[in-house]
Nanobody
Framework: QVQLVESGGGLVQAGGSLRLSCAASERTFTNYAMGWFRQAPGKGREFVAAITWSSYNTYYADSVKGRFTISRDNAKNLVYLQMNSLKPEDTAVYYC????????????????????WGQGTQVTVSS
């Protein structure tokens, strides 16, 4: 099984930046699209961003487009989420996840399409 571990969360002021990292235990994770989701207290899991297995394409929720950047370093088994111009509404637990489809050409916004999840890292944006 693939193990994913997020890091880099914390407390940041509105307008600030934060970089999240997701470390994968399996080298074969490079053959799958990866996604970032977030979940605020009392709310469902929300799609944030995704990157295809080839790293050629990235996708973003409208709420973060232009502010967040997803990237991956396959040689290091790492996926990143660079978050700039943070807003209080970005406050949530952030999760990285692997798309269950092998070398698929596109992404999915549904958490049901992802089979392995990290434990999450808390991001809190103050006003």
């Amino acid at each position: 099984q693939v193990q994913l571990v997020e890091s880099g969360g914390g407390l940041v002021q509105a307008g600030g930046s934060l970089r999240l990292s997701c470390a994968a235990s399996e080298r074969t994770f490079t053959n799958y699209a990866m996604g970032w989701f977030r979940q605020a207290p009392g709310k469902g899991r929300e799609f944030v961003a995704a990157i295809t297995w080839s790293s050629y394409n990235t996708y973003y929720a409208d709420s973060v487009k232009g502010r967040f950047t997803i990237s991956r370093d396959n040689a290091k088994n790492l996926v990143y989420l660079q978050m700039n111009s943070l807003k209080p509404e970005d406050t949530a637990v952030y999760y990285c996840a692997r798309d269950k489809r092998y070398r698929y050409y596109t992404y999915s916004v549904s958490p049901l399409q992802y089979d392995y999840w990290g434990q999450g890292t808390q991001v809190t944006v103050s006003s």
